[in-house]
Structures are given as C-alpha cells and as structure tokens.
C-alpha cells in the first residue's frame, strides 16, 4: 500500500538551530512532494512543492525541502528556529501515475514542531 | 485561508440530528475536498468533487453527504448516522487553468470544528 512516513511525532529544537522535520514515503514512480504547516484551530498552509527539477525546493517562511530519490524521503528544513514556527507540520504525496485528472493526496500524520526560546 | 471560508467556526450538535457545513471559495478552482482531522490520526479524505455536479466518496464517506451544485460551494452534511462525528473539519479546494491537474496545490479553509452533545 502507498504511505507517507512521519517518523517523528514531535520535534523540539532552540530558537535560532536548524530544524529538520523527516518525510518519507513508500510510492513508486516519481511522486509530487507537498509540505504543509498547521497552527491551533487553524486550517492547513502550504508551505512548498517538489514538481521535477531541482531537489532543493524553497517555500514560504524561509522553509525548504530536498528531495532525496533514492532514499524515497523529502525532508523539510530552515537553517535558524523562530519560536513562531512552532506549529504541525504535514507531509503529502500525490503519486505521478495516478489516473487522469485525479488529485488525492496521501497524507503523513503530522509531526509537532516545538521551537524553545 | 484566504480564497476558502467555512462557516461555523464552531458547531454543537445533539445526537440523532443531521447539520451541514459550509464551504464557499472565490479562487474559481475546480476541486474540492473535505477531510477530517481527529488528534493524532491526521487527514482523513471524506468526499472530494473534480466538477460541478460530480463528486467522490473518499476513505471515510459513511455518514456524510455532500452536494456540488455550483463551483464555488461545496457543503458537506454530517448524518445521524455518522456515530463519532465530533471532529475538526477541514474544506480545500485546487486546480487552475495552468499546469496539469495532479501537480494543482490544495488550499484550505480555516476549519468548522464540530461536536456532539
């Protein structure tokens, strides 16, 4: 079956360190890679896609993410913490061979990012 | 959240009565969704439409019923017969006039969070 791996429930990271959040995913063929961000009660934000091209993609809020092809992951990254990017964070897979016009999305559980002053 | 509204914010519903969430979007985008978010279990894909007129079961579809008369409306009811309904409930919608459908990003609404008394 096709998943996205989440393999960290929570991450806790200093005000000012570099933050990794991990994704990986178990499609075959060439997904398109999304990050999303959720704050309490709020709805989803995207952050970022991976479409083709360059593995490193840059987003919104000095975000980023590498996808890594052969290690079928797609890490979120951003070199310095603010306590406000504290939040859920999502990652989702949209398999490339999906028939016609079809835009599911599989979707990781969610990993809770602390940020600590 | 901008380009997506939900309406209520909050909703409180005695068991054995049906209610219906609002979803409206301006962004002329040809697919909606709805998903639920319970903790720890992330987004689950209820019913998504691709056109005006047609719509999808998702993965959790028992218990919930959904109309798309027009493009920019997407309501979703929540039946009687859905036996856990209290939840946050998620509205997207995606797709443009550019780039191929699967590569369409999914935006959000800022969520009706329901529960039952």
């Known amino acids: 079956a096709q998943s996205v791996a989440q393999p960290e429930d929570q991450v806790n990271v200093a005000e000012g360190n570099p933050l990794t959040v991990k994704c990986t995913y178990s499609?075959?063929?060439?997904?398109?890679l999304f990050w999303y961000v959720q704050y309490p009660n709020r709805g989803l934000q995207f952050l970022l896609k991976y479409i083709t091209g360059d593995n490193l993609v840059k987003g919104s809020y000095g975000f980023e993410a590498e996808f890594n092809k052969s290690q079928t992951s797609f890490h979120l990254k951003k070199p310095s913490a603010l306590v406000s990017d504290s939040a859920l964070y999502f990652c989702a897979v949209r398999p490339r061979q999906n028939a016609g016009n079809n835009r599911k999305l599989i979707w990781g559980l969610g990993t809770s990012l602390a940020v600590n002053p | 959240d901008g380009g997506i509204t939900q309406s209520p914010k909050y909703l409180f519903r005695k068991e054995g009565q049906n209610v219906t969430l609002s979803c409206e979007q301006n962004l002329n985008h040809d697919a909606m969704y709805w998903y639920r978010q319970d903790p720890g279990q992330g987004l689950r894909l209820i019913y998504y439409?691709?056109?005006?007129?047609?719509?999808q079961k998702g993965d959790i579809a028992e218990g919930y019923s959904v109309s798309r008369e027009k493009k920019e409306s997407f309501p979703l009811t929540v039946t009687s017969a859905q036996k856990n309904p209290t939840a946050f409930y998620l509205c997207?919608?995606?797709?443009?006039?550019?780039?191929?459908?699967?590569?369409?990003?999914?935006?959000f609404g800022p969520g009706t969070r329901l529960t039952v008394l």
């Open positions: 499609v075959s063929g060439n997904p398109y």
């Open positions: 439409s691709q056109i005006v007129n047609d719509f």
């Open positions: 997207a919608s995606s797709g443009g006039t550019s780039g191929h459908p699967s590569t369409d990003t999914q935006y």
